[in-house]
T-cell receptor, first 111, second 112 residues
Framework: AQTVTQSQPEMSVQEAETVTLSCTYD???????LFWYKQPPSRQMILVIR??????QNATENRFSVNFQKAAKSFSLKISDSQLGDTAMYFC????????FGAGTRLTVKP | NAGVTQTPKFRILKIGQSMTLQCTQD?????MYWYRQDPGMGLKLIYY???????DKGEVPNGYNVSRSTTEDFPLRLELAAPSQTSVYFC???????????FGPGTRLTVL
């Protein structure tokens, strides 16, 4: 079974600094998608960034970028120039035939 | 577009009661999903549907039923509510099976 592991239950970062959230996954598949979702206190799940496994180039979306290491089955999220509005739970997700989520990392951005 | 909408937002049930959580999407997506999120945890897939008339079990289907009579609607039914079903329930939809999913705002359900 596919599993997704987020080893950092909580992290904090100073406003304007950079933070990296870790995610590893386990699969024997070759073709899949990876996602990072943000869940603020409003509870809404918001897509932050996505990565197709067949693409070697790391995805970027404004201040958010990923480091996708397919052989290591690692998919970390880097947030640059952190803002107070980035405070939220962040979930890594793996999608092959069904979406599997990690347990989440609670990120707090401090002023 | 309203996207994915869910009703109700909150509900308290007594043990043994039944209820239906409603989910509607207006994006003409073929794929729809139901998840539950327990406190401090990620989401777990309950059921999913690849199109009208087709449903399949996810990771945690016990105690739930679904139907998909139209592309837009994907209701989740709890027949005999149990305290273990206290959770936040999310409905989602996607245009393609492995693609990103669009989530509704969630329903917080408490079973006492």
């Amino acid at each position: 079974a596919q599993t997704v592991t987020q080893s950092q239950p909580e992290m904090s970062v100073q406003e304007a600094e950079t933070v990296t959230l870790s995610c590893t996954y386990d699969t024997s598949e070759n073709n899949y998608y990876l996602f990072w979702y943000k869940q603020p206190p409003s509870r809404q799940m918001i897509l932050v960034i996505r990565q197709e496994a067949y693409k070697q180039q790391n995805a970027t979306e404004n201040r958010f970028s990923v480091n996708f290491q397919k052989a290591a089955k690692s998919f970390s999220l880097k947030i640059s120039d952190s803002q107070l509005g980035d405070t939220a739970m962040y979930f890594c997700a793996f999608n092959n035939n069904d979406m599997r989520f990690g347990a989440g990392t609670r990120l707090t951005v401090k002023p | 577009n309203a996207g994915v909408t869910q009703t109700p937002k909150f509900r308290i049930l007594k043990i043994g009661q039944s209820m239906t959580l409603q989910c509607t999407q207006d994006m003409n997506h073929n794929y729809m999903y139901w998840y539950r999120q327990d406190p401090g945890m990620g989401l777990k897939l309950i059921y999913y549907s690849v199109g009208a008339g087709i449903t399949d079990k996810g990771e945690v289907p016990n105690g739930y039923n679904v139907s998909r009579s139209t592309t837009e609607d994907f209701p989740l039914r709890l027949e005999l509510a149990a305290p273990s079903q206290t959770s936040v329930y999310f409905c989602a939809s996607s245009p393609l099976f492995k693609n990103e999913q669009f989530f509704g705002p969630g329903t917080r359900l408490t079973v006492l």
